[in-house]
């Protein structure tokens, strides 16, 4: 597609459950990032991805966090025994070459919501 | 580290006014500036970035921002803002010490009245 895309829009879970979030980079975009969004703090960094490796997960919250990106495309988020505190916006953008320089571009995102 | 403080959580102004979004960012080394936008419903969109060069750097609908290293400041200007401005703006920053990782701000939301 013509832009970065992610599944699902909205997602609504029990506390506890495991929730699978996906991102669809822009073809040929080689970083990958996910951030956590919530009301008035701005973007959390989580981690990004250079082609299928992950160099920097310093930003994930916690062991229940985990990331993967297979074939240099999508990328899923998985959080396992959600939380309340999980509830947030989750967004993911790609670039072109993760070099500090390229222009990031986001996806919708995913309204994550733990009851 | 890398951190960055947008000091103004909201900035209510009028239509054609003129608009001042502050950023300051801490940084050890050499650091590549940007301002992305997200309108209502929308997702995050690049207004603009300094890499290199001229300190005063332009960006789409009418925005610029300056780069002052003394003050580690990036502040984002408009001398005449619109209703359709009305949206969240986020400076961010990013440095090879941090390994390129970017970090954004908490955001100002910029409200435009009537």
């Known amino acids: 597609g013509a832009g970065v895309s992610q599944s699902p829009s909205n997602k609504v879970t029990e506390k506890g459950k495991d929730v699978e979030l996906r991102c669809d980079p822009i073809?040929?975009?080689?970083?990958l990032y996910w951030y956590r969004q919530s009301l008035g703090q701005g973007l959390e960094f989580l981690i990004y991805?250079?082609?299928?490796?992950?160099?920097?997960k310093s930003g994930l919250p916690s062991d229940r966090f985990s990331a993967e990106r297979t074939g240099g495309s999508v990328s899923t988020l998985t959080i396992q025994r959600t939380q309340q505190e999980d509830s947030a916006v989750y967004l993911c953008?790609?670039?072109?070459?993760?070099?500090?320089?390229?222009?990031?571009?986001f996806g919708p995102g995913t309204r994550l919501t733990v009851l | 580290a890398q951190s960055v403080t947008q000091l103004d959580s909201q900035v209510p102004v009028f239509e054609e006014a003129p608009v001042e979004l502050r950023c300051n960012y801490s940084s050890s080394v050499s650091v590549y500036l940007f301002w992305y936008v997200q309108y209502p419903n929308q997702g995050l969109q690049l207004l603009l970035k300094?890499?290199?060069?001229?300190?005063l750097v332009k960006g789409i609908n009418g925005f610029e921002a300056e780069f002052n290293k003394s003050q580690t400041s990036f502040h984002l200007r408009k001398p005449s803002v619109h209703i359709s401005d009305t949206a969240e703006y986020f400076c961010?920053?990013?440095?090879?010490?941090?390994?390129?990782?970017?970090?954004f701000g908490a955001g100002t939301r910029l409200f435009v009245k009537a």
């Open positions: 073809s040929g975009h080689t970083a």
């Open positions: 961010a920053v990013s440095d090879r010490a941090g390994g390129f990782k970017t970090i």
């Open positions: 953008a790609s670039s072109f070459l993760n070099s500090g320089q390229s222009e990031q571009f």
């Open positions: 300094y890499l290199s060069g001229s300190t």
């Open positions: 991805f250079q082609g299928n490796s992950a160099p920097d």
